[in-house]
């Protein structure tokens, strides 16, 4: 038998993934909906592969050695790679901590005969897997984190869009609360369509905003203020009986922003701006269904 922890579990490399296989395929969270048992144990044979060549009986302690960064590489990649399949923590750490099974189940049938030299190579392999369950966790969070901010980032795109409702008219309803990233977003989306239109007038609806305080208030002050400096007019629309209550109650002067209960009332206040009438056509004499000519 060699001398060599490492060198054992290599020449038993087909044996562990077989144990690894077996012991992964019972668990009960196994989930083959998000991936296959095929592509699993392609996965798991070429982690082991990965292993098996950076592994030496001297990293193997050595948890911060440079040799081992290949492996720890490809464990980043499968542990962010199941982040965004939708796995669990638990499910992702299961992955790593199953092997650690597999691994001793493997050295308890080789050197069963030494009990001294089993304790320490156990230890040593328990050891080394922990870490590797660290680094599992540790990149996981990393490509959850990720994922959140660019879901973020998406429902921030959706919750502020710009609407062109008429020539030179843009209303961009808001939805949700207000905060200084989201208001720079909302800044930004709107000036960048007063230049692309053309526009003169922009309406901020706040009807879907549950609360305004002072921040929020100076946030909208802000967006006004630089809508101006575009040379468009800026239109606050929504304004609830709450809420006016409460910018009362705060102190907020909002005596130079053009303020409307709804954007029905914007609308109007608009028209007038630009000089626009809207009539309601007279009913036409022509019979329903038949064609009209121009």
Request: hydrophobic fraction near 40%; aromatic fraction near 4%; charge should be negative.
């Amino acid at each position: 038998m060699t001398d060599s922890i490492v060198e054992l579990l290599r020449q038993k490399k087909k044996q562990i993934l077989t144990t690894w296989m077996r012991i992964q395929l019972a668990d009960d969270s196994l989930r083959d909906d998000l991936m296959p048992n095929d592509e699993l144990r392609e996965q798991s044979d070429d982690f082991l592969n990965m292993l098996f060549t950076v592994l030496t009986d001297a990293n193997l302690t050595q948890e911060n050695s440079p040799d081992l960064e290949p492996l720890i590489n490809t464990l980043s990649s499968i542990s962010m790679s199941r982040a965004r399949q939708g796995y669990t923590p638990r499910e992702t750490g299961g992955y790593i901590f199953s092997l650690k099974d597999a691994l001793l189940e493997t050295l308890q049938a080789e050197i069963k005969d030494d009990i001294q030299r089993l304790f320490l190579e156990t230890l040593k392999v328990s050891k080394f897997i922990d870490k590797l369950g660290i680094v599992t966790f540790e990149t996981f969070i990393q490509g959850r984190e990720e994922i959140i901010l660019r879901q973020t980032d998406e429902m921030t795109n959706i919750s502020t869009p710009v609407v062109k409702v008429w020539d030179g008219i843009l209303a961009m309803p808001l939805i949700g609360t207000l905060d200084s990233s989201r208001t720079l977003v909302v800044m930004e989306n709107l000036l960048q369509e007063i230049v692309n239109t053309g526009s003169d007038i922009a309406i901020l609806d706040i009807s879907g905003v549950p609360m305004v305080d002072s921040m929020v208030a100076q946030h909208l002050i802000k967006t006004v203020n630089a809508t101006r400096l575009m040379g468009a007019e800026c239109i606050i629309s929504g304004i609830r009986p709450e809420i006016a209550q409460t910018i009362v109650h705060l102190g907020i002067d909002l005596s130079n922003v053009v303020t409307k209960s709804t954007m029905a009332s914007a609308l109007k206040h608009a028209f007038r701006s630009l000089r626009l009438e809207v009539r309601k056509a007279p009913a036409s004499s022509t019979p329903l269904g038949n064609p009209l000519s121009f």
